[in-house]
């Protein structure tokens, strides 16, 4: 399911978009105990609980117990908050540290299995990465710890693109849940990408 942007709206990504803080005269109207961290934490938490298709404003709200019109001091719109919760969740996958060159191979595969378990745990997430940008802070530290593994390979600029093309694809169809492959199938198709980088090194 792909969450498409209200009809004659256009929108851009949360993490491009400036937010202003609020006119002084107006701060102390803002609900007490909330703030952006609060509801992105519970946002996930509701997500992981009962689904995108149930997730709403309203059952955000009575789940923080304010009302949803308190909600829209620290979003825009709904869209933003389903970012910021899509990249809330990207953050718990570990990362790989810089390595040997000759040590990618296990790391690239460690990496691929820790995102496949990330959409399992949090089955929300495939949909969304389909409907929004990933350019959050930690969708951009996922993709620069896997540039970073596929630099060790020693492949030129053009492999290194085709590769990078190559493992997205792979971790957005075969990891992702919506098509998910059982998990020998996914080993398998796993050494083979492994295998066909691999020749493909000097």
Request: net charge neutral.
């Amino acid at each position: 399911m792909v969450i498409a942007a209200d009809p004659g709206k256009p929108r851009t990504s949360v993490w491009l978009a400036a937010r202003h803080p609020a006119p002084a005269r107006r701060r102390s109207e803002a609900p007490s105990g909330l703030d952006r961290e609060r509801i992105t934490d519970a946002t996930v938490r509701l997500l992981d609980a009962e689904g995108l298709a149930r997730f709403s404003m309203r059952r955000l709200a009575a789940e923080l117990g304010v009302t949803a019109m308190s909600l829209y001091w620290y979003v825009d719109t709904k869209h933003d908050l389903l970012e910021l919760a899509l990249d809330r969740a990207l953050g718990e996958l570990a990362l790989p540290a810089v390595s040997e060159p000759d040590a990618w191979p296990g790391r690239l595969r460690a990496l691929a299995c820790g995102y496949r378990e990330l959409l399992a745990e949090h089955p929300w997430l495939a949909p969304l990465t389909a409907a929004y940008p990933n350019i959050g802070p930690h969708a951009r530290a996922f993709d620069a710890a896997l540039q970073r593994l596929l630099d060790a390979t020693g492949l030129g600029d053009a492999g290194r693109t085709g590769a990078h093309l190559a493992v997205s694809h792979f971790l957005h169809g075969c990891g992702g849940t919506a098509r998910r492959a059982p998990e020998g199938d996914f080993g398998l198709a796993l050494d083979v990408l492994i295998a066909g980088i691999e020749a493909k090194t000097p």
